[in-house]
């Protein structure tokens, strides 16, 4: 655990502009900056903030096998994913358990270009060397830096430096020039707004950040503002929300599962755990993951226990906390699947004290991603 | 830079004490103290009425980031608490020495107060 922590290719920028700098992931990474976590949280949804998401891994699939192959270990339809198009998805394991959420873009040409989680980048890479080996070239991009640019002002302050990144259109990839770097653009992010994630070779990153954050709208946003973001937008955090102890069903991502990779689809299963998958489909599961609002002004925080009127614990909190444009705590956890209707009124122990929550519907806040 | 008036008092869990010429207790927490927790979003605080130990858990300050306790910098009867800073928690980032106070305390033994942390001593502590 002592290993030294590394650092991405803006740290320096980061410390220049004041952030308090945290370990996440084996990385020294910014969780918030002078404006504070609840100001960068506001101003994101407000105009547009830049976040340094270097820590994550970014991953080329190489070879005419390649779709075939990633779909090998993904419930998800990667063979028809047009080039020029971006979908999530999940890397599952014989039990159903989800081993990583990711990105996946097919850049055409027979390259997938794969965004993954950064605590679980290297067993991820491991996994894919192993199961794609012969079928197709597994090639880490360590040489690149990825910024995310999120909120309302995104697509106007980024149409300045390459007027083709405001005619993507949600979950669509590009490669833009960008202040003169090559760069891979997507229309996504992980704060349910309108945004892109940029990938530019580390030597430039800095520079593409300086020239960003020099735009009026913009606003470095750190970690702590991308956990707040995301809750509203009722995103998943992997290790928190689902793991491996949680099934795609149970973690309430159906709607990840391509329907021709469902049971009765033409390529159905096929993949580590579909036969879990396909039981529960069947049969349903005993817990499923729900969003909560709290009935109080309390936050309700992870690891906190759910149960139900009568005291008995049914469930606990896997994500929680204030949600500043929600003006209001929110949260999400596994609850018994009967429990699991929206409107259903529970309780959360606080501090040795029940807390009255409601099952609610996510996302929090109107997502506004731009759609064409 | 944090602010730490010379004329209160403090402890070393970042909580000020002022002596109101009635002799009750006004405790709130330091500049020092919102500044480490960032934007708060939440408070909890005592029962008027509760008689609390120094040290004590006294209440809660939950900001963005994570929930903190608040101790009882001095031994007393709780006499008051800011239902102001329940309503509008952001007070205790706006103005901790002011609004945003948290409760006051009618000490058991008021002499208990020159024992604690002159600004002085509080800003060598805090390193500021």
Known sequence: MNAPLNRTPLYDLHIKLGAKMVPFAGYEMPVQYPLGVLKEHLHTRAQAGLFDVSHMGQVKLIGKGAAAALESLVPVDIIDLPAGQQRYALFTDEHGGILDDLMVSNFGDDVLYVVVNAACKEQDIAHMRRHLAGQCEVVELTDRALLALQGPAAATVLARLAPAAAELTFMQNAQLELAGFACYVSRSGYTGEDGYEISVPSEHAAELARRLLAEAEVEAIGLGARDSLRLEAGLCLYGHDIDTGTTPIEGSLLWALSKNRRPGGERAGGYPGADVVARQLADGVAKKRVGFIVKDKVPVREGAEITDANGKLIGQVTSGGFGPSFAGPVGMGYVATEYAAVGTLLFATVRGKPVAIEVAKTPFVPQRYYRG | ?128
């Open chain 2, 1 to 128: 830079m944090s602010q730490i008036p010379a004329e209160l008092k403090y402890v070393e869990s970042h909580e000020w004490l002022r002596l109101e010429a009635n002799g009750v207790v006004t405790v709130g927490i330091t500049h020092h103290a919102q500044e480490l927790l960032g934007d708060v979003v939440f408070v909890e605080l005592p029962k008027v009425g509760a008689v609390l130990a120094r040290d004590e858990q006294a209440g809660v300050v939950e900001s963005v980031k994570a929930a903190s306790d608040v101790y009882c910098p001095i031994a007393g009867e709780v006499v008051a608490v800011n239902e102001g800073l329940e309503a509008a928690p952001e007070q205790a980032n706006e103005e901790p020495y002011g609004e945003g106070w948290f409760f006051q305390i009618k000490p058991a033994n008021v002499a208990d107060l020159d024992g604690l942390w002159t600004a002085e001593q509080y800003a060598k502590e805090i390193g500021a």
